[in-house]
């Protein structure tokens, strides 16, 4: 244990013993219906998580809808006080649980940090949040009347979130909802369980120090399954749900059949345009972050640079040779710059779209593959790779959630535009320019279409404070920061006639 996991692991809390506590289920359990957690650091086994059924889903249901008739009577105010607390212990575990985020992931430690820190962030922001959920107010068209609006709680709010940011996107939503006076039941993602028991067991502490019941925060480990239960239920007015385009069109069809909300925050195809203005220095850094942090395993991660043919050839040698110098291997060792995919499935899906940009006629600039031999057992890990494509390759169309840069050329920038909207999602982008005029069009209604749209800044790494999300396949959905809140309460429509009379609206006589 170089890295000092176990250690961390208790610091955290992740004790057989007192994991039960804050959702009264058991969860961690070596039972037959186990769900293992994988480390793809080192290939080993962290430990067995109880998977939930319909029978736990149920009971979790139940007392969530318990917990809420308390919780939405809780002053704003008073709820955001538990969040702050909530933040604060994020603070203290930041380093053991950027840690486990890390092991259990596979993204870098200095990454895991950075996730634990987007969480401590937006519970801040959802502390001041809880004195700002505004409502209008109106100027009625009737005498002696008035008119506003209030916003109320919706209830048990579903989130679904992926491995990738296996505590981060669970803390966008949950703190939000909960300062708005909803409660949460989790389904995170079955490849990092333990991370999410780990939040679980931090949140649900506070709450329960608080006297607050059991249900306002949690979790149940499950498969396709669960976010089904989820999906189906009326009793779940809004189900919040991060991860691939495929399994959004089911949950969105499965809630929209109901007739409730979905947050939809689904897949990214994301693209950087450098034109011949662009500061290369900013734009082959911005572009290197974004194509291989996290082992291109975010929804931000640039999977296509849109390059114009004067600095062309500059750009594709000058990241050729950034990505000879980056170090490969274990995540937690600070000296490494990219760490593993999440599963040998994900390393099949990236050598597949290899073969396939390859046999769609694209160049190879840094070639793929999988490493194998000393601090690589755990088969997860591949090198980054760049290829000349076409952006009309049925590959350059889809995500792959790895490492593959995709260069395309252009010659102006109604042109390059045009590519970086020709996809079917629509998260994020940017422009790489120092040029005012490049950039504004960029960033006009005639320009990127995506939700995210940046100017000498990368795709990834957007802050907290923002609303995050996409067009097109990426869902519509907006979590996190500006107000995005909205999502998560209901609004009511009040108008109160004090006069003596009863006009009605528009004018109408209605007279016996
Ligand atoms: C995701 O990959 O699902 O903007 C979220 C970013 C991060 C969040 C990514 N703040 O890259």
Redesign the pocket.
């Known amino acids: 244990d170089p890295f000092g996991i176990s250690l961390s692991l208790q610091k955290i809390g992740i004790e057989a013993e007192n994991l039960g506590s804050s959702t009264g289920l058991d969860w961690l359990d070596s039972g037959e219906k186990a769900i293992a957690s994988f480390s793809p650091a080192d290939g080993k086994s962290i430990a067995q998580v109880q998977s939930g059924n319909a029978e736990t889903y149920e009971a979790i249901i139940a007392q969530a809808q318990i917990a809420f008739e308390k919780w939405r009577t809780v002053p704003a105010p008073q709820r955001g006080e538990i969040v702050r607390e909530i933040g604060n212990a994020l603070r203290e575990v930041k380093a053991d649980l950027g840690k486990l985020v890390s092991y259990e992931m596979g993204k870098s430690y200095q990454e895991g940090l950075g996730e634990v820190q987007?969480m401590i962030d937006i519970c801040d922001f959802a502390v001041g949040l809880s004195r700002q959920l505004y409502g209008l107010t109106m100027h009625s068209e009737r005498p002696g009347h008035r008119m506003y609006e209030q916003w109320h709680p919706l209830g048990i709010v579903g989130i679904i979130s992926?491995f990738?940011?296996p505590v981060?996107?669970w803390s966008w939503n949950a703190a939000l909802a909960w300062v708005c006076g909803d409660v949460c039941v989790w389904k995170p993602s079955e490849k990092a369980p333990l991370s999410a028991l780990a939040c679980q067991h931090i949140a649900g502490r506070i709450f329960a120090k608080h006297g607050m019941p059991e249900g306002i925060c949690s979790v149940i480990v499950g498969d396709y399954q669960v976010g089904e239960l989820l999906s189906q239920d009326p009793r779940v007015p809004l189900v919040s749900a991060?991860g691939s385009t495929r399994m959004g069109k089911l949950v969105g069809k499965a809630v929209g059949e109901r007739l409730g909300r979905s947050l939809l925050?689904l897949g990214g195809n994301n693209a950087i345009i450098i034109t011949e203005n662009a500061d290369l220095d900013i734009a082959i850094r911005g572009a290197l972050f974004g194509a291989v942090g996290t082992a291109g395993q975010?929804?931000?991660t640039t999977r296509r640079l849109i390059v114009q043919e004067n600095v062309y050839e500059e750009v594709k040698s000058r990241l050729a040779s950034a990505y000879s110098k980056l170090v490969i291997g274990n995540p937690l060792d600070e000296k490494n710059h990219v760490g593993p995919l999440i599963d040998q499935d994900a390393v099949k899906g990236y050598l597949a779209a290899i073969e396939k940009v390859k046999a769609e006629g694209g160049k190879v600039v840094v070639d793929g593959g999988l490493l194998s031999g000393d601090g690589y057992e755990s088969g997860c890990y591949v090198k980054p790779a760049i290829f000349e494509a076409e952006n009309h390759f049925a590959i350059v169309q889809h995500e792959t959630f790895a490492p593959i840069l995709y260069l395309i050329k252009y010659k102006t920038l109604p042109e390059a535009i045009a590519l970086q909207n020709g996809v079917p999602q629509g998260l994020?982008s940017a422009i790489m320019t120092t040029h005012m005029r490049e950039a504004e069009a960029f960033l006009s209604a005639a320009g990127s279409d995506c939700g995210i749209a940046n100017v000498n800044i990368g795709t990834?790494?957007?802050e907290i404070g923002g609303a995050?999300g996409g067009e097109k396949e990426t869902g519509g959905g907006r979590e996190s920061g500006s107000d995005a809140w909205k999502a998560y309460m209901r609004r009511q429509t009040n108008t109160i006639n004090y006069s003596t009379s009863l006009p009605l609206a528009q004018g109408i006589k209605f007279d016996i």
């Open positions: 987007e992926a990738n940011f981060a996107v991060t925050e975010r929804c931000t994020s990834s790494g957007a995050f």
